[in-house]
Nanobody, 117 residues
Framework: QVQLVESGGGLVQAGGSLRLSCAAS????????IGWYRQAHGKQRELVAR???????KYADSVKGRFTISRDNAKNMLYLQMNSLKPEDTAVYYC???????????WGQGTKVNVSS
């Protein structure tokens, strides 16, 4: 079982930046797909960005060019650098991991991001 702990959320003005961090209990090299999802109030959870074990990345269209996902396998960490933040980026951001070996998804507890206009 993979445990994930997010940090780095907070309140920021539109146009500002934040960096989210996710600490994994397992070696991130063993995690096949790891990424970030978000859920705004009253909306469904959606993919923000993910990175596969082969290094391929996928971003939501709404964040392309503004957000960057990265992983530090030596530290078992995942990051999301968020620039040019918009009020519509306000949400709870969740770290997510998927293992082929268990065919299960694992979730962190979430970190809140609030972007004021």
């Amino acid at each position: 079982q993979v445990q994930l702990v997010e940090s780095g959320g907070g309140l920021v003005q539109a146009g500002g930046s934040l960096r989210l961090s996710c600490a994994a209990s397992e070696n991130t090299l063993s995690i096949n797909v790891i990424g970030w999802y978000r859920q705004a109030h009253g909306k469904q959870r959606e993919l923000v960005a993910r990175v596969s074990d082969d290094g391929r990345t996928k971003y939501a269209d709404s964040v392309k060019g503004r957000f960057t996902i990265s992983r530090d396998n030596a530290k078992n960490m995942l990051y999301l650098q968020m620039n040019s933040l918009k009020p519509e980026d306000t949400a709870v951001y969740y770290c997510n991991a998927y293992l082929y070996s268990t065919a299960e998804y694992y979730w962190g507890q979430g970190t809140k991001v609030n972007v004021s206009s």
